[in-house]
């Protein structure tokens, strides 16, 4: 389907509203499991779920090889959406079967015996992943996104009720990890469901282009996908190792809210803007256009939402989770402007795959864990504020590289991009001062703080962009207005 200018915006920002509602139905009942869940689990209980989930994700990641993706990319033929869904069932199938084989050796390197039992648990998610993946990427493909809104508040809800049932009844740690397979089975069911037209289950009537055609433009998507879980996920690994459960515990908290407020925000994103990219990876002005609007978007919700996160985030931790997390407040400062660094280079990746070249997001992948990974273990003896440290020094240095190679890739100058940010930056900078400012108010509790906070910082960035940038402001009025 070929779409005009005006078309594809507006099927752009149907895409976003419908996948943003989703994502804000999804992550209020995931916000809500969290807060009861950390009341209920001690950080020792939440670290040991999260060591054995963080090993499932990557696991999850290739559980389709990268097909999914490649639907987006290939000629939308019965054919290639048949080789697509045989791939990833032989995967996942494979990859399920190796996590329940590993799962004594994987308890065995973190001296954790209670892990084995979590991860193979915890495998029901990769197979449901794998399954899941071919019916999203049609969906995601075709624009469906208002189809689509229904699956991940689904399998929101069935996590939620399930992990808390367990809760409540004093499972622990088991709790989290069943209520966690459990939605991703119930999210693959409602994937196929979802499907407007016949699915493609007759997976004996493939040919071997089709099956290469996946594979070639899969692999490379796949192991780059691998790699950026790797990067988001190794310092979970190294904390695990070096400073034990508790301490990832802590730390998985404190990364819990960046993760759902603003990385989580730009994996929707993406799952809008490359299909779109791709739709128009022809017209390069096109391209250049979508691309500087993407980032000036990104950025300026990333940047302020991390820095607003960061300056509230000593009164918002015993508010939402208790005071036994205070432990988490200050590695949440720093992954919050670790959120707020990553949305700089927000969209980088979707471009390289728009143009049929995922090879340039392995390249750089490869670099920054060659980069990360040291600065971990060095870092990881000043503890988990340490390692958060870390994280934000090193993605502030790849969002610089990363745009600098999309810049390239479709022939846009550095001015360009540095104005398509200069937005956020203002206005991350006003909210830097105006919650530091409010910090030092005598107000009455925890509550008044965080609501002072977050009212007169959007206040001043409304204020700001009203005044200072009146044509990005009308824009977003019309974003907002747009049908």
């Known amino acids: 389907m070929t779409y005009a200018p005006g078309e594809l915006a507006r099927a752009g920002a149907r895409g976003v509203m419908w996948q943003g509602l989703a994502f804000a139905s999804g992550k209020a009942i995931v916000l809500l499991t969290i807060i009861v869940l950390a009341r209920l689990l001690s950080p020792h209980e939440y670290g040991l779920v999260a060591l054995a989930i963080v090993l499932m994700a990557y696991a999850e990641t290739v559980a389709d090889a990268g097909v999914a993706q490649a639907l987006v990319y290939l000629p939308r033929t019965a054919e290639v959406a048949r080789s697509a869904l045989l791939i990833s069932v032989v995967i996942g199938g494979l990859l399920a079967s190796g996590a329940i084989l590993a799962a004594p050796w994987i308890a065995a390197l973190y001296n954790q015996p209670d892990v084995a039992p979590l991860v ?271 994280q934000l020094a090193v993605s502030v240095l790849f969002a610089l590289g990363m745009q600098t190679v999309a810049a390239k890739v479709i022939e846009l100058k550095a001015r360009q991009l540095l104005r398509a940010v200069w937005p956020a930056l203002v206005c991350g900078a006003a909210v830097a001062a105006t919650g530091i400012c409010v910090l030092a108010l005598p107000l009455p509790g925890m509550l008044t703080t965080t609501i002072v906070t977050v009212v007169l910082g959007v206040t001043v960035v409304y204020t700001i962009l009203r005044l200072g940038f009146p044509a990005l402001h009308d824009e977003l009025l019309q974003l907002v207005r747009r049908r």
């Open 120 to 390: 193979r648990v915890l495998a029901i998610s990769v197979l449901a992943t794998s399954l899941a993946a071919v019916p999203e990427a049609i969906l995601r493909r075709d624009l469906l996104f208002r189809r689509l809104t229904a699956a991940p508040v689904i399998r929101a809800a069935v996590t939620g009720a399930v992990a808390l049932s367990l809760a409540f009844a004093g499972y622990g740690a088991w709790s989290l990890a069943i209520g966690t397979a459990a939605g991703s089975v119930a999210y693959a069911v409602a994937c196929w469901l979802l499907l407007p037209g016949p699915p493609p289950w007759q997976i004996w009537r493939v040919r071997k282009d089709a099956l290469r055609a996946n594979l070639s433009f899969g692999a490379p998507t796949a192991g780059s996908s691998l790699l950026a879980r790797l990067i988001f996920d190794v310092d979970y690994l190294i904390i695990g190792l070096w400073l034990g459960t508790q301490a990832l515990g802590y730390y998985t908290l404190a990364f819990r809210l960046p993760e759902m407020v603003i990385i989580n925000v730009f994996f929707v994103l993406s799952t809008v803007m490359f299909p779109l990219y791709a739709q128009v990876r022809s017209e390069p002005e096109r391209l250049r256009v979508g691309y500087v609007k993407s980032v000036q978007l990104q950025s300026l919700y990333g940047v302020t939402a991390g820095v607003g996160l960061a300056v509230v985030a000593p009164a918002l931790v015993p508010l939402l989770f208790g005071a036994k997390w205070s432990d988490a407040v200050l590695p949440l400062v720093f992954l919050a402007l670790y959120a707020a660094a990553r949305s700089l280079g927000a969209g980088a990746n979707d471009v390289y795959k728009a143009l049929g070249r995922p090879g340039l997001s392995i390249g750089i992948s490869l670099a920054r864990l060659a980069i990360l990974v040291p600065a971990l273990l060095i870092a990881v003896r000043w503890g988990i504020v340490g390692v958060a440290v870390a």
